[in-house]
């Protein structure tokens, strides 16, 4: 299929959907976008939309998901609490206030 075709298809579907303006292209980007929002490795992502390096795929959708941010940031914080909760039996405070190892 001829890509002029496809894409003039395309922009007649967007137009009777009442929907707002959107290019072809911006499907690709959103499809790749929510499969990251969904889990998916980056690897397994880099070799769906066909780039060389992965660190253009990170480059180029990684920095549109905060969420991804703030799900690393949760997954540290679980991993420290859980790992200072395991200490905290271990340790407790000398008389002038220090922390000792028990």
Known sequence: MAPDYLTYRFHG???RSGLPPVRLHDLRYGAVTMALAAHVDLPVVQDQVGHAS???TADTYTSVLPELHHRAARATARLVL???RGTARRVRRGRCGWMTQV
């Open 13 to 15: 579907l967007v137009l």
């Open 54 to 56: 992965i660190v253009l």
């Open 82 to 84: 859980s790992a200072a």
